[in-house]
């Protein structure tokens, strides 16, 4: 991917700033970060040199980044200051040149790193250990810019979803109307992430994609979508469908499809700062399983969202990670009866000081009105 630099160069001076100081906090010889999500996020660039290693370091003693000179030109850090370039050549070893630049102390290495990668790391460094919960830190908490571009993620998916109704007809295929919206993504994002189209008993599996079933009347049918902005922010909302009239629909879907309605608004209710993350996902698990459906909820209540669809924080059962005003994640509540149906609503959120904004608006009821 071509570097793609979403912000000016002084906001990533500053997150390096932080990252730096974090590291200086708790004691690390620095810390290593792959490409991908976080290095995008602190360098603003999306390079990627394949099996060879290209390296944010982030130590006591300086900022480095340790690359390929073949690729050095696409990293796009002209200008930054704070940060020295070392480019290796083949038959150089890069992980040497890495361990060079490190500090004393336990290494933190960025879950983007391939084994690969992190096996020849640990051959060099006393001791290493997993990052992501310290780089995590540095992410989970939204800055306005990055708000402001989770808000426009958050209208441009709204975009797709005011039309997809419309393309669930009798007769046409889970792929015809996937390859749709795929196309209507794309009119609103530089990407697709994903494109979920589970009808009838396909929607019973939380992460189907499509397939060649056919439509019928009354059947229940979960869209997800997903894309990223020219920015890497990413989009993700989920709004459950029936084909035809609502009551043409299983009346056990239509019964069960209120304890979902009961169990997301349970959960926006109680989504404050200072609540955990297990406290939330229990917020809507407990309407679901007190109504019945406690077996056929079977995935965590949300993730976050930034550079990365699926990031800290979890909103997930036993998380005692503090939510906090800035932070930005999905509310997704619901229930999969195998072999019949699913169902599930899904918003992504921000968290302010009085509670969540939600940063998408489209119709959550089953044919009512606009949420």
């Given at each position: ?14 997150r ?24 995008a996020?602190l360098t ?9 290693l ?6 006591p ?38 361990a060079n ?16 990668h992190v096996?020849a790391?640990q051959?060099l460094?006393?001791?290493?250990e ?9 992410f ?6 990055e ?24 007769g ?7 390859d749709?919206?795929?196309a209507?993504?794309?009119?609103e994002?530089a990407?697709?992430q994903?494109v979920i189209v589970?009808?009838g008993?396909?929607?019973s599996?939380?992460?189907h994609?499509?397939?060649d ?22 989009s ?14 299983p ?11 009961r169990?997301f ?9 200072g609540?955990?993350?297990?406290e ?8 679901i399983a007190?109504?019945?459906?406690g077996?056929h ?12 669809g ?8 036993g998380?005692?990670?503090v939510?906090?005003?800035g932070?930005?994640?999905?509310i997704e ?8 149906w699913?169902?599930?609503i899904?918003?992504?959120?921000r ?6 904004e ?14």
């Amino acid at each position: 991917m071509a570097c793609m630099t979403a912000f000016d160069s002084d906001v990533y001076t500053e997150r390096r700033s932080q990252a730096a100081e974090l590291v200086k906090q708790r004691g690390l010889g620095g810390l290593v970060i792959g490409t991908g999500a976080e290095f995008a996020y602190l360098t603003g660039s999306w390079t990627s040199s394949h099996e060879r290693l290209t390296a944010l370091v982030i130590a006591p003693g300086g900022t480095t980044v340790v690359a390929p000179v073949t690729d050095i030109q696409s990293l796009g850090l002209d200008g930054s200051a704070d940060v020295e370039v070392i480019g290796w050549r083949d038959g150089e070893n890069p992980y040497q040149l890495v361990a060079n630049t490190l500090g004393d102390g336990t290494v933190g290495l960025g879950s983007s790193l391939t084994a690969d990668h992190v096996f020849a790391l640990q051959a060099l460094l006393p001791e290493t250990e997993l990052a992501s919960d310290a780089v995590a830190e540095l992410f989970m908490v939204k800055d306005a810019e990055e708000i402001a571009e989770l808000e426009k993620a958050g209208a441009a998916i709204d975009r797709v979803h005011e039309r997809a109704a419309q393309l669930l007809k009798p007769g046409r295929t889970e792929r015809e109307i996937a390859d749709e919206l795929h196309a209507l993504i794309l009119e609103e994002h530089a990407n697709v992430q994903f494109v979920i189209v589970g009808s009838g008993p396909n929607g019973s599996n939380p992460h189907h994609d499509f397939s060649d079933r056919v439509l019928e009347e009354g059947d229940p049918v979960v869209v997800d979508l997903g894309g990223a902005l020219p920015s890497g922010y990413q989009s993700d909302c989920t709004r459950t469908h029936v084909v035809g009239e609502v009551s043409k629909a299983p009346q056990d879907f239509l019964e069960a499809y209120a304890v979902l309605e009961r169990a997301f608004d349970a959960a926006c209710q109680a989504a404050k700062p200072g609540i955990t993350a297990g406290e939330l996902d229990a917020a809507a698990r407990d309407v679901i399983a007190d109504a019945g459906y406690g077996e056929h909820f079977t995935h965590r209540l949300g993730h976050g969202i930034g550079l990365s669809g699926h990031e800290q924080p979890f909103i997930i059962a036993g998380s005692d990670v503090v939510l906090r005003e800035g932070m930005v994640f999905s509310i997704e509540p619901g229930i999969y009866v195998p072999g019949k149906w699913g169902m599930r609503i899904e918003d992504i959120v921000r968290m302010t000081a009085g509670g969540i904004e939600t940063l998408n608006h489209t119709r959550r009821t089953l044919g009512g009105d606009d949420a």
